[in-house]
């Protein structure tokens, strides 16, 4: 079991397969963003010993992240393997969704249990400003892909960023009243220096609630107003899904975090907004054993940070949000 020295029990890992991506999101990444070459990644063997390694430690939540983890060659053939790793119980992954339409059955037929879909407004055209190469009915597709595969439930995520697209989320919103989906808005958080993105774009949670109670009526908390994950959730008056509301920048929930995060080029991340690192690849490609992997592991864990200061306007500059798989 690995326990950092705050009494928290770390068993999820978010694992980035690529840092590429097919589409730049404004608030992810410049529209140039450059990649580290392959050479420089986790290869599938080394992914999988990381994986078999982590589930020893009693890591039993996966979730497969990038850059587009879609778009990293053989992922269905990876999704079967992490899926028959011993330990793991549940496997899921992040996804702009733009590949779906032909990936869902198969990534389902190799034992990925569910995704959350990238969506941050229904509006065509502000879809394709915000994602900067999207096309929202290729999304659309994607989704129903899902939902017809059985990747479920399906979990709609939406970064909120003022001047964008604020005023779309009465519309995702909407969405669960036709379908059993979570949506879920995610407040924008600002990494300074990397996108453009400022403080004063970050939209709370407490003004996306108002948006849409001056529109739905008083919306009912739901699991006794505690925290699902990251996520408060609610019901709309009647609706048959969920909304979810990740405040990282208002309200943030270090104290019920157990995440640890694997970047695309073999570090463990320790927490999403702080810089330190762990190198694992290193070691990996120099012989390391088991034992001292899981050593390093172990002892790594134990040092996982707690609270950041991004209301404060501090931030980690050290990578992209792709880089890491949010
Ligand atoms: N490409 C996949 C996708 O977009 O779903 C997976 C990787 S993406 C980095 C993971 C999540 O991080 C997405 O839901 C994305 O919207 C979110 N994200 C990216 N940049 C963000 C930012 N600056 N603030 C908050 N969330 C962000
Ligand atoms: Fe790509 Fe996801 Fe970042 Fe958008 S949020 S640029 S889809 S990695």
């Not at 669960?176 to 709370?204: A, C, K």
């Not at 990740?246 to 463990?268: E, K, W, Y």
Request: hydrophobic letters at 40%.
């Amino acid at each position: 079991m690995a326990l950092d020295r705050f009494g928290r029990r770390i068993h999820y890992l978010r694992i980035s397969l690529t840092d590429h991506c097919n589409l730049r999101c404004v608030y992810c990444m410049p529209e140039d963003m450059t990649f580290r070459p392959p050479a420089e990644m986790l290869q599938d063997d080394e992914i999988l010993f990381l994986v078999r390694l982590f589930a020893s430690l009693g890591f039993d939540k996966i979730r497969l992240t990038g850059g587009e983890p879609t778009v990293r060659a053989h992922v269905v053939d990876l999704v079967r393997e992490i899926a028959a790793t011993p330990g793991v119980k549940s496997l899921s992954m992040t996804t702009n969704g733009v590949l779906l339409h032909k990936l869902a059955r198969p990534l389902k037929a190799a034992g990925l249990q569910r995704v959350n879909v990238s969506l941050d407004t229904l509006d065509p055209v502000r879809y394709h400003k915000l994602t900067r190469w999207g096309n929202l009915q290729q999304v659309w597709e994607g989704i129903l892909a899902a939902e017809e595969a059985g990747l479920t439930p399906i979990k709609i995520n939406a970064v909120v960023v003022r001047g964008y697209n604020e005023v779309d989320i009465v519309d995702l919103a909407r969405l669960t009243y036709e379908h059993d989906w979570q949506v879920r808005f995610i407040e924008m958080m600002p990494l300074g220096g990397i996108t453009d993105f400022q403080r004063s774009q970050v939209v709370s949670t407490a003004e996306m609630l108002a948006r849409l109670e001056a529109v739905y009526g008083a919306v009912e908390p739901l699991n006794g107003g505690e925290l699902d994950g990251e996520a408060r959730l609610y019901r709309l008056p009647g609706a048959r899904g969920t909304l979810g509301f990740i405040a990282s920048v208002t309200l943030p929930f270090c104290a019920s975090c157990t995440r640890a995060r694997l970047t695309a080029d073999g570090r463990l991340r320790l927490c999403l907004l702080r810089e330190k690192e762990v190198d694992l690849l290193t070691p990996l490609r120099n012989g390391a054993t088991w034992e001292e992997m899981r050593q390093l592991i172990v002892t790594s864990i134990w040092e996982k940070p707690w609270g950041h200061g991004l209301a404060e306007g501090e931030v980690a500059t050290n990578r992209v949000m792709s880089e890491i798989g949010g």
